[in-house]
């Protein structure tokens, strides 16, 4: 629970940031979205109020997982299953499980400086609604900063035909996310290339191993899967994995 809360805490801020702010009517009653059409202010009914918030929520998934690790680590996973020739184990559902764990266990001091440095001190009155956002986009992008490389953020500013900043803090958030998702793309291939080069050398060897014995018609992959398996467990793969996989995120500063 300790690591659930300050997860959902970051979720709800994040979803607070993506939505137009909260307005009051006059007579009381929340009003979450209006219309502008450039003399009157109209709003829109609470049902299509509901059902836009609805859609909204929709999006909150896709969004949590672009903006954290998790896209670096289902792509190591998925490579890992395609280099020990394995086609349907460990499950897609296995695979995605455990990067949402790991990506819980890596975002958790980003997380948790969300929860201490925005939500309590807004649930005390201590600051504004607007002040705690900030800062959790402050939090929030300095981690994702921390892992994006300059080349991507120099693709997508150029992309957006606009100059990079001095200070990188002050980066647009449209900005930063693809750059971010790029970067984590292109570490996930460079680290699921290491991670199959060694068990490309056990199909070259059986492979070679076959066609000097003349056995030709015997797939290499049926009897290279075995080894494969075999390695992997002795060198307690699982564990050099999630090593490696948590190791790789490079630390955001903090408070």
């Given at each position: ?144 900063l921390a892992q994006t490389n300059k080349a991507s953020l120099e693709t997508m500013v150029a992309l957006a035909n606009e100059k990079m900043p001095e200070n990188l803090d002050e980066l647009d958030f449209s900005l930063l996310l693809p750059a971010f998702v790029l970067s984590e793309v292109k570490a996930a291939f460079q680290l699921g290339f290491m991670i199959f080069l060694p068990f ?56």
């Open positions: 629970m300790k690591l659930i809360k300050p997860a959902l805490v970051c979720a709800l801020l994040l979803l607070a940031c993506l939505l137009p702010q909260w307005a009051v009517a006059a007579n009381g009653e929340i009003s979450l979205f209006s219309l502008n059409d450039g003399e009157n202010g109209q709003e829109l009914s609470i049902k299509l109020q509901i059902l836009v918030m609805m859609t909204l929520l929709g999006f909150l998934p896709a969004m949590l997982m672009m903006m954290t690790s998790f896209t670096r680590f289902i792509i190591v996973l998925a490579i890992l299953r395609q280099a020990l020739g394995l086609q349907q184990s460990p499950p897609n559902q296995i695979l995605i499980g455990i990067a949402l764990c790991l990506t819980m266990l890596v975002m958790r001091p980003v997380w948790q400086e969300v929860y201490n440095d925005a939500y309590q001190p807004f649930q005390n009155d201590q600051i504004t609604m607007d002040q705690g956002l900030d800062v959790a986009k402050k939090s929030i992008s300095g981690f994702m490309l050398v056990i199909d070259l060897v059986v492979a070679s191993v076959l066609m000097a014995m003349g056995m030709m018609m015997l797939s290499p992959m049926m009897i290279s899967l075995p080894f494969k398996l075999m390695v992997f467990v002795l060198v307690d793969g699982w564990a050099l994995l999630m090593g490696t996989l948590a190791s790789s995120i490079q630390p955001f500063g903090g408070s």
